[in-house]
């Protein structure tokens, strides 16, 4: 795992892309061990690509490669690309108000390693939870929000995070994140809507699934943007229901749903899977 | 199956109504082999309650029991109810336009002996159709219409659908119904919608969904009212998709939705499944 | 909660049944919450019913009504019937080894409230997860097995578990239980299989569905009997899987459908919903 | 579709396969469209590759493409390969017996254009369904089997295919096919299990299901091999059901599912998306 290391490419897809990138791999001693690629049009939509290589046996410094990827490669396919190495552990915030399933699920995966992070901190405006992640060893901070605070919360929460926070998890956050954050963390927010997106966003749907008489509920997990519940959707997943279930019951029905789907976005964007595009995701 | 009999009953909840509904049927020698019941809450919500029983012990005829159910048990819980012969097969008129694929399957379901009904006719306002519905033995009458020809085409359509029609299905048909044709069949049209209601409702959800990147397509058959795709949801299903999937693809994927989703909730309700309260339904 | 009390029934099918239970009931004051009933067939099939009351207006004591249920209702009908007061909280013991993935679902799930049941201590063959347990304030015991001493370990374990348990769930336990223990707790005892029984019983399912190439594996609930993997089915569930995944990754998606299909028959089995016949259950 | 080629690779896993086949691709003027590959072990475990090009540039021939790539590049990977060309449709014979429902789905679906393929032929060892096949123009042929005359309608079956046949689908067909007709057809046989394979091989599964008393029942789609029901694995669908099935609801529900999981294989197949590998299949 330590030796794995993922290259992203968006571009304009013309003949040749794949043949290029991969014999400049191979030229560089990188084994190529997993390649997804993705076109919406052969001739002249837009690529995408995922390839994920071990690097034991390069032959060239980390810089050496990008400078040389950049200058054989890149330039010349005009290409949008990132090179990410399993070895650099991301570090994850979790943010989080009353409601602890999602943040004990992550935590619980983490601990189990099934997340491949470093998890900085937990961020809450509620208290409660603080023994439960202390349990994990994992650092609390308590950063309480009133309507009149709002903004001396968004500034001690930007000053809490500090520098090194590479992706912000929004486990059931119940603040709206002011643009200023949105775009200090542009495509680096992930949050967990608990309906069938674009279904019943805003507040309380449940009770909006509840009332409309829906058979499925669903949980969506997506990038979080400037749009309230209009990022790009990463994940989703659905449960069927009847009119038996009261919204309590959707409420508990959906804890499960909202717990896997989250985790497992938050997993591929840690495994570097994801390429944004627009107003969607490609993952691979 | 010609001697089963289906008893539906909406009132306020209260204690002792089944008792007195399943001790009448037992004095009267009928046989429950089905009962379902739902309670929106035991003390004065709405309660529900479908019962399934067999008639060849019957001591009185249909018209005395109705009479007899009414004045010992109905008037005293001030019951909405009516009850349902098996025999009495229901007569259906398939609606549809340029799409096959959901016709086909209610007439091989039907050919099966899948759906208990007969299928009066099919009409459309398309020709295109009428081989493949006459290959079934039924009959299909072509309809045209145009924006200019709307009203006539309507009442050209009440005109052949005639007094004899129980169920109107909507199988694909792209044209909106009038409210007067919608009020004649009030609760007894079904229509099928290619998306995952309450998303998208209205024209192209397959490219709405496409658009908005969602993760996951559905289908959602529901009965008509005057406000488009919004009437009473009976059944849902949904396909994961990803990023490969091209509109035309999600049309493709849909279909196979579409078919199973209208088949089972046509299904339900010509065996009496289904009691309608409000904007949603019991689907028993 | 606490004034629910559930009715399980399981006679001959014949006229008149329903309308005697709910009749008793009613006029003993007992407002019936929920209703099901099965009938494999109605003349002379077995039938199986269960009812919820709420019990806040009985005008007898539960013994007086249990006694009266049996003279006037089951001898009549010759039916093998019990009834579970929601307020007795079932007492739990949960027997697990070294993965602990099962037994943290349980016990999260149990403080959350979601299992309605004491759970009483967890037995474990191997000392590691005693940290985890004694932090939801449940008492562990450590009762180390080998070859040697399973007699001795059997015998420990019968003691330790004393008279108060009245349901074992084994959460990954990797001993065979001796006929002994099984027959104390016949019909008490859940196990969960990880796999999509009746294939793959026995060790290792995982390697044994990678080595057949299966493109979805699962986990079965069921009660434990004399014969290994192969008691009464209580719920099953399945994922997806392609030749992309390794057995570990087959072992690491399956944790996630075992620890909801455990969870789920446990609470079916706490909120009394299931009957056992023969080799089957019926859960309602 | 017409200029589309598929090149399926199996080999050994050592560096540099992606980047010689991927160049030598591009240097012939073959524009990649998709790509798959899938490695058990990046140091010399098994390799498998799908990729799908098109060929309105190639500057050769298709002769001396694959000429080429033999000298060039599989030479050089000792590699097991074939070039498929969607142009060349392949040539199908469906086999039934007596349930066509099956047979019919996979009939409309080639007459939607969702199957790419020719249906050559539909052998049945009963006569009842000759009209429906004939309805879609396609030949019937009728070839009794009867314990006694088993050889003779094999051999009257080989005659009947003839040398023009690429897949031989068994769309519930009920008579077990001779090592003989196996080997002729070896990895171009498909068949349809009403089970979820390898729970429940051999006869009346659904019987064995309900017997069992299981909470989801499957269908499995295969190659054929000698052994019964042992073939590689190609795709698999599940439903729920619970205690209120009785075998035949759970035929009538297993014909779902057995109608989409054959008419996916056998699609995927036509699009040249499976390599078989010892006892399993990557499908790409």
Redesign the interface.
């Known amino acids: 795992m330590n030796q794995t290391a993922r290259l992203l490419i968006t571009c304009s897809d013309k003949?040749?892309i794949?043949?290029s990138v991969?014999?400049f791999?191979?030229s560089h001693?990188a084994?190529?061990?997993?390649?997804?690629?993705?076109?919406t049009d052969?001739e002249g939509g837009a690529f995408?690509m995922r390839l994920e290589f071990?690097t034991p046996?390069l032959n060239v410094s980390r810089a050496a490669l990008e400078q040389s990827f950049q200058d054989v490669v890149a330039g010349r396919f005009s290409m949008t690309w990132r090179i990410a190495y399993a070895a650099d552990l991301k570090s994850v915030a979790v943010l989080v108000s009353g409601h602890d399933?999602c943040l004990?699920e992550l935590l619980?995966r983490h601990s189990?390693g099934?997340l491949p992070c470093e998890i900085a901190l937990v961020v809450s405006n509620h208290p409660a939870l603080r023994d439960q992640v202390e349990?994990f060893d994992t650092r609390f901070v308590h950063l309480p929000v009133t309507p009149q605070t709002k903004d001396q919360a968004e500034e001690a929460l930007l000053e809490t995070l500090g520098d090194r926070i590479d992706l912000l998890v929004l486990a059931r956050y119940m603040q709206i994140l002011s643009p200023r954050v949105v775009s200090r963390f542009s495509d680096r927010i992930i949050n967990i809507h608990h309906s069938?997106?674009?279904?019943?966003a805003g507040a309380d749907p449940y009770r909006q699934a509840h009332e409309?008489?829906?058979?499925?509920v669903?949980a969506t997990a997506h990038y979080v943007t400037e749009q309230l519940d209009a990022g790009?959707?990463?994940?989703?997943?659905?449960a069927r229901v009847?009119?038996?279930q009261s919204v309590e019951d959707l409420k508990?029905i959906g804890r499960?749903l909202e717990r896997?789907v989250l985790a497992r976005a938050v997993r591929a964007h840690l495994e570097d899977r994801i390429i944004i595009t627009g107003?969607?995701?490609?993952?691979f």
């Open positions: 003949p040749g794949v043949a991969t014999s791999l191979y001693g084994n190529i061990t997993a390649l997804d690629q993705h076109s052969a995408f071990t046996h399933h004990l619980w189990r099934e349990r069938f997106l674009p279904a019943f409309r008489g829906v058979k499925i669903g790009p959707i990463i994940g989703q997943d659905i009847s009119h038996r508990e499960d896997q107003n969607k995701t490609v993952v």
